[in-house]
């Protein structure tokens, strides 16, 4: 029997020659999966902020401590083992809970997808981060069963950070490929594959990686990991969906070809992110632009020759959340972020309700909302960023649905054909 690194070699040289040959491609199967990945759309939810603290998720978290935090590692460092175990148990044991996943499914959601840091399953030594969210994940996914829904496992963090942001735990360089830290992102997925191998009545997927940021790192280096996680996956379990992101490389013309059907491994979705709001061209645009913009992505999310999911979006048309730009920082939108000009303002979209929401953002990001899951339908399907937040209204999925800004039943259209 060939071993896996044997395998993975065949696999990857087998990519080669199809790549070479310019072979037709075609969609993946399912064989043991419990959701049928083929036929039904994902629509689903991020839980984000929960095992991954994000300042701008929770604010509150981060005030409470002194100004030299800025993510999860400093945090930690600061409070110390003790006190930030503390204090993020309470977190971990009160953010989501059973009553949001089954909200969730009311909601019509099948899908939600949990971020988790590689601290959680596999920490180093030396690091000040604090463990037992396990614990609780354990719990979730017996939420989630319990609720008809079936979860994502996003490894949303890695050794050194693989892209520099907060959400990464740990802000500044990206460090990720230098020294064992590849290895060790592999040790946490292989620890989650494990732990999760009998349960893919629930957990259908793992994410191998989110957002490593490619113009920062070696991509062929991005791409062998890819292969040695999935075989990692499969050494736990032969169906699993494994997910790779498209490390901000066009998911179509820059993977087609990449872990297809025809490379020999089965089960592979591509995840890309999709936000309008990062840069100041993009928060320029009229309404109908932000709509046409996300239109256009139909026909590219249909011409991915693997499952392919928008596992992050947002409502939102601005970045004016409370630090949704780092700690501290301000917004391009109404100038505050350095080296940025006014576009408007952020009047109520800084901290505040849906509710309280102007008329016009609310038709404006209603419109929005709608042009997406349109769009992002045309292949797999799509996972909204995020379920909760304590003041980012453009972001807060719940409060979108209790004001009537998110569709429901989630295929109701106030404003159809938006995307011809």
Partial sequence: MLSRSILRKLVAAITLVANANGAPTFKLGSRALSFDYNNDKVRGVNLGGWFVLEPWITPSIFEAVSSIVVDEYT??????????SSRLTDHWNTWITQDDFNQIGKAGLNHVRIPIGYWAVAPLNGDPYVQGQLTVLDK????????????????????????????????????????DTVSQTKDAVKALAQRYAS?????????????????????????????????????????????????????????????????????IMIDTHQYQIFDQGQLSQSLGEHVSSACTLGPELAGIDKWAIVGEWTGAQTDCAKW???????????????????????????????????????????????????????????????????????????DLLANGLFPQPLTSRQYPGQCG
């Avoid at 008809?148 to 500044?172: E, T």
């Fill in 140 to 179: 979730a996914i017996g939420w989630a069963r319990a609720a008809g829904i079936k979860v994502l496992l996003d490894l949303h963090g890695a050794p050194g950070s693989q892209n520099g942001f907060d959400n990464s735990g740990r802000y500044g360089p990206v460090d990720w490929q230098q020294g």
């Fill in 199 to 267: 349960q893919t009545d629930v957990v259908t997927s793992i994410e191998l990686l989110n957002e490593p940021l490619g113009s920062s790192l070696d991509l062929g280096e991005v791409k062998q990991f890819y292969y040695d996680g999935w075989g990692t996956v499969r050494d736990s379990n032969q169906d699993t969906v494994v997910v790779i992101h498209d490390a901000f490389q066009d998911p179509e013309t820059y993977w087609n070809g990449f872990m297809n059907a025809q490379t020999g491994v089965n089960n």
């Fill in 75 to 84: 945090y930690t460092q600061t409070l110390g083992k003790d006190e930030a």
């Fill in 324 to 398: 949704l730009n780092g700690l501290g920082k301000g917004a391009r939108y109404d100038g505050t972020l350095s080296g940025s000009s006014i576009v408007g303002s952020c009047d109520g979209k800084y901290t505040g309700t849906v509710a309280a929401l102007s008329d016009t953002d609310k038709s404006n990001i209603r419109h929005f909302i709608e042009a997406q899951l349109d769009a992002y339908e045309k292949n797999t399907g799509w996972i909204f960023w995020t379920w909760k937040t304590e003041s980012a209204p453009e972001w807060h999925m719940k």
